[in-house]
């Protein structure tokens, strides 16, 4: 994911310091990667030195200065940019999970290719009904249910994958092998 | 404590079987999935449990009275009195309202037509759709309909509710909107439910899963999945 960009974006509706920025980051993208403070300053200070971001005042608010940023023409010509840029659908099969049961049947053999693929499974399982949980709480924001619905619907396509692919084990392993 | 259970239940439909000694306990306000592979013998789990169907062999429990034996009128009455049954499509009158499908178990069970309409008014806005109260099945999206099938299943406050792939139907989100109010409410409630499906997400939503394959109970717990052992070439 790109934080410049996701930062940008915050920035679109008016000018933010660093803390108020990655509050709105935490609201907005529930159960993103985490993000410190330093990264919000680091990837702040980068967006200012090319141009993208300006200082927009100083707040002082019982504690220490803080300065606001706004974005520029140019930050906002950069967002457009990305927001306008399709993402290519997969274009490289870049899974752990799938790498790892490849890589078991070479190394390996089909019951440790099952024994991982059941692991997985079960993993996989308890993540889904967790985030379901998340989903149906009563004090769910539509921000949770987006975010978590996102996942689900990842986990899901893999938890398919996974039982498929344990009918298939068999045969797969008896094709690398042959 | 358990308050619905099924032990070494047997049912074959001729030479065909489907339950091959099944042995669940359901508690009061729990919410279980059963799943499993296409025809291992889910759904009809769940009818035998809700005395619809009657075992070969093995018992029926509710509350800790053997009910497979009982006659039909008085499964039937059980049903009527304390369970909700609810599929996974066409099952509202068609020639009905809303209103008037989710107050018919009422008006069926002898409550005044009034005070079933008031009843039926209010499930149907707790389920979201009080908007189509005066709509007929045919103009309601599937989504609606399946809401509708909620209310009615819930408007005489079961202790059961059995669900058989209640969304299957129906669209993703329509599906999860369902489901989650379902869900929420059952909880409020504290209505036990026995939810049957094939799906993983939908799975999720239970406290716990029993899942079943050729027949038989599998495993049950929060969470496992399928065994190694059996179909798998």
């Not at chain 1, 693929?117 to 379901?132: C, G, I, P, S, V």
């Not at chain 2, 009061?28 to 059963?34: F, M, Q």
């Not at chain 2, 069926?108 to 908007?131: K, Q």
């Amino acid at each position: 994911m790109s934080t410049q960009h996701v930062l940008l974006g915050l920035l679109a509706g008016g000018a933010r310091h660093g803390y108020e920025l990655k509050r709105a980051h935490d609201a907005r993208l529930p159960r993103a990667r985490p993000l410190a403070f330093g990264q919000v300053y680091a990837t702040l200070a980068r967006l200012q030195r090319d141009g993208l971001v300006v200082p927009a005042g100083q707040e002082r608010d019982g504690g220490p200065d803080r300065t606001a940023y706004a974005l520029t023409d140019q930050g906002r010509a950069a967002l457009e940019h990305w927001l306008g840029t399709v993402e290519p659908p997969m274009p490289y099969l870049a899974s752990t999970l799938f790498a790892k049961v490849v890589v078991a049947l070479l190394a390996t053999d089909v019951d440790r290719a099952r024994a991982y693929l059941t692991a997985q499974r079960r993993a996989h399982t308890e993540r889904l009904r967790e985030l379901t949980a998340v989903k149906t709480a009563p004090t769910a924001s539509l921000d949770d249910i987006v975010a978590a619905d996102f996942a689900i619907a990842h986990l899901d396509a893999d938890l398919r994958w996974l039982h498929t692919t344990l009918d298939r084990v068999a045969d797969w392993h008896r094709e690398v092998h042959s | 404590m358990t308050q619905l259970a099924a032990r070494g239940v047997v049912k074959a439909y001729g030479r065909t079987p489907a339950l091959a000694g099944v042995t669940v306990d359901v508690a009061e306000g729990e919410i279980v999935a059963v799943t499993g592979p296409s025809g291992c013998g889910k759904s009809t789990l769940l009818h035998c449990l809700a005395g619809i169907l009657r075992p070969d062999a093995g018992e029926v429990t509710w509350r800790g009275e053997r009910i497979d034996t009982w006659s039909e009128g008085a499964r039937s009455r059980l049903r009527r009195t304390e369970f909700g049954v609810l599929f996974q499509f066409g099952q509202l009158v068609a020639e009905l309202t809303a209103a008037e499908n989710v107050a018919l178990p009422l008006l069926l069970a002898g409550t005044g037509r009034r005070v079933a309409r008031t009843a039926a008014l209010t499930w149907l806005e707790r389920l979201g759709v009080a908007d189509v109260a005066d709509v007929r099945p045919g103009e309601m999206s599937g989504g609606q309909q399946q809401r509708c099938a909620t209310a009615r299943a819930l408007v005489t406050e079961p202790r059961v509710l059995f669900a058989d792939e209640p969304t299957g139907a129906l669209d993703t989100l329509a599906g999860e909107q369902v489901l989650t109010q379902l869900v929420r409410l059952a909880r409020e409630q504290r209505t036990t439910v026995v939810l049957v499906t094939h799906e993983p997400r939908i799975a999720a939503y239970a406290d716990r899963e029993v899942v079943l394959r050729d027949g038989l109970v599998d495993h049950t717990g929060l969470g496992l999945d399928l065994p190694l052992a059996g179909g798998h070439r």
